[in-house]
């Protein structure tokens, strides 16, 4: 059996994780008619993989925390995380 849809949207965004997610809203927001697709469920993919802490969310543990967590994040990376990012 074949199964035929079709759709149309302003904006597809691919990925449902944090980043995926994110840019679905902001794009809604402004208006646009939004298709989020991703391979498995959405809030998805290593943003809420559980391997960091919290919900898989990493964020500064207030403003004395930034550059802390900047260098944790370097150090992890181990030569991938971009420094200008």
Known sequence: MRIEAEASCDVLVVGGGIAGTQ???AAAKEGARVTLA?????FSGSSFAG???GVGLVGPDGADDVD???RAIRELGQGMADPVL
Do not use: R
């Open 51 to 53: 391997s960091t802490w």
């Open 68 to 70: 802390d967590l900047a």
């Open 23 to 25: 840019a679905a809203v």
């Open 38 to 42: 991703c391979a498995g469920p959405t």
